[in-house]
């Protein structure tokens, strides 16, 4: 393993200050009522700096970009255990999500009803999974004999999932529900 250099470390160092200074500001005083520049004034950073951190903005330092998301949702498919189906592969990915997660931290709890109480939050979260379409049924592709069509349906799918059970007042029951239909329509996936 390549040790990581000095310029990495301060690179992530400075990350994590923007998005511990944004979760802080936000929890306390409301997503609306916070600023970039008060963001950037709390980790002793420079605006431009946050943006370049951050391009996708304020929603980003709570919800983070497309690309861990996406990682995840396809390896949650490719590195399932053998006799494991792809949906349920998926719904045991989603459960340990935001609103979904059995065991979350009280931070985490807070984070979740924030991004729900919050328009552009929830917005943002959900074209977040959106954006991960065509991976999702690029990988469910490599997996299975489906037709296209098919394929593509079910990604929409399960990526509409988060934010319409995760607004249900008993989201992993609403998970469950959701994907106990996925598996009625899709049963040999």
Known sequence: MTPIGRRERKK?????????????????????????????????????????????????????????????????????????????ALHDFLATRGPFDPDPRRQDTRLADLVVATPALRAYARSLWTSCETALAQVIASETEADEFSIKQLARYVLEIPDLAGTEPDPPAALSAAFARLRRAWPNL
């Not at 420079?46 to 370049?52: I, W």
């Not at 951190?53 to 998301?69: I, M, N, S, Y």
């Open 12 to 88: 992530a160092a400075t990350r994590e200050a923007l998005a511990n200074a944004a979760r802080e500001l936000f929890l306390e005083r409301g997503f609306d009522q916070v600023t970039v520049a008060e963001i950037a004034d709390e980790a002793d950073t420079a605006v431009s700096t946050l943006f370049a951190h951050f391009p996708g903005g304020k929603e980003a330092l709570v919800l983070g970009d497309r690309t861990e998301r996406e990682q995840s949702l396809t390896a949650a498919v490719k590195e399932r255990p053998t006799g494991v189906s792809i949906l349920q």
